[in-house]
């Protein structure tokens, strides 16, 4: 069964990373994805661009923005997709260790 990790953030920390710090959270998520990789569980990721890159299309209106719709407090800043037995097996995914704590949606 295919489950979506939504992983959020507040987006002002994450580019206020370092260049290293950002390399050692990257090194981590690769780590959980070889693992995934390796038992045949992962499907596509994205790791997704600042909102300031963000394009909104109002198709009711007929109007393309720039930068997101709605503003929040935490940002989307990626995905995966994983291939797992049932909602508890991607829970379990969803709950491995997590680098600096970023929230993890299904």
Same mark, same amino acid.
């Given at each position: 069964? #295919?489950?979506?990790?939504?992983?959020?953030?507040s987006?002002?920390?994450?580019? $206020?990373?370092?260049r290293?710090? %950002?390399? =050692?959270?990257?090194? *981590?998520?690769?780590?959980?994805?070889? *693992?995934? =990789?390796?038992? $045949? @569980? #992962? $499907?596509?990721?994205? +790791? /997704?661009?600042?909102?300031?890159?963000?394009?909104?299309? /109002? *198709?009711? @209106?007929?109007?393309?923005?720039?930068?997101?719709?709605?503003?929040? *407090?935490? @940002? /989307? #800043? $990626?995905?995966?997709?994983?291939?797992?037995?049932?909602?508890?097996?991607? &829970?379990?995914?969803? +709950? %491995?260790?997590?680098? +600096? @704590?970023?929230? +993890?949606? &299904?």
């Open positions: 069964m #295919l489950y979506a990790i939504l992983c959020y953030h987006e002002a920390v994450v580019t $206020g990373w370092t290293e710090e %950002d390399d =050692a959270v990257m090194a *981590k998520l690769h780590v959980v994805h070889e *693992k995934l =990789a390796r038992n $045949g @569980q #992962l $499907g596509p990721t994205a +790791r /997704l661009h600042p909102t300031q890159a963000a394009t909104t299309l /109002l *198709k009711n @209106q007929g109007r393309v923005i720039d930068g997101p719709y709605a503003e929040t *407090k935490e @940002q /989307l #800043l $990626g995905f995966y997709v994983i291939d797992v037995a049932d909602r508890e097996a991607a &829970l379990e995914v969803a +709950r %491995d260790p997590d680098p +600096r @704590q970023s929230r +993890r949606r &299904l």
